[in-house]
């Protein structure tokens, strides 16, 4: 069966420190990545997406994340998280029946 | 840009009443969906929508859920006699087969 899985539920780290978010997926067939962001009491953004092609994508306000095919993992990183990104973060394949499945997501806290 | 957009933004209903909750995708997109976000919870997939049928349900979306796309445009979400637990953000997404875009959501507060 198709999976996704976020390794940290909750994470707190303090301002300058870097984030790194594990994401692993379970899909047979071929798979587009997307990390969502929710702001407390907004709705879901889109950080970045990987399609094909450099498996380094960039995303906004500094985000990046890595595709690694032979772990079937697309990590979320920053190397200098601000308070600004207290939010929750969730990794969402989306496969080639066209169905977006969302991990549970992980509830990053930044402290001043 | 072209965006989906939900009405209402926001919902109160009485328990057993029946809603309806609007979605207008973005204008070429074949594919279509509803999540749902209960408070504090991880986003759940309701159901998708391609060639004027449901392609796929889970197991939440139960018999009290419907889905249509009345006029070419709209997207709705049915529930026809809504519990407390129904309680939740409803999100509405389309695609073009390759990336979904989001809607900003209804939220839906049962009483």
């Known amino acids: 069966a198709q999976s996704v899985s976020q390794h940290n539920h909750h994470v707190i780290l303090s301002e300058a420190a870097s984030l790194e978010l594990g994401c692993n997926y379970s899909y047979g067939g071929t798979v587009n990545l997307f990390w969502y962001v929710q702001y407390p009491g907004q709705h879901l953004q889109l950080l970045l997406k990987?399609?094909?092609?450099?498996?380094l994508v960039k995303g906004i306000k500094g985000f990046e994340a890595e595709f690694i095919k032979s772990k079937f993992s697309f990590n979320l990183r920053k190397p200098s998280v601000q308070w600004s990104d207290t939010a929750e973060y969730f990794c969402a394949p989306f496969d080639s029946w066209g169905k977006l499945q969302f991990g549970a997501g992980t509830q990053v806290v930044v402290t001043p | 840009e072209p965006e989906v957009t939900q009405t209402p933004s926001h919902q109160v209903t009485q328990m057993g009443q029946e809603v309806i909750l609007r979605c207008v995708p973005i204008s070429n997109h074949l594919y279509f969906y509803w999540y749902r976000q209960i408070l504090g919870q991880k986003v759940e997939f309701l159901v998708s929508?391609?060639?004027?049928?449901?392609?796929?349900k889970s197991e939440i979306f139960d018999d009290q859920f419907s889905v249509e796309r009345p006029d070419g445009s709209n997207f709705t979400l049915k529930i026809r006699s809504t519990k407390l637990e129904d309680s939740a953000m409803y999100f509405c997404?389309?695609?073009?087969?390759?990336?979904?875009?989001f809607g900003q959501g209804t939220r839906l507060t049962v009483v």
């Open positions: 929508f391609y060639n004027n049928e449901i392609s796929e």
């Open positions: 997404a389309s695609s073009e087969g390759r990336e979904a875009f």
């Open positions: 990987y399609f094909s092609g450099d498996p």
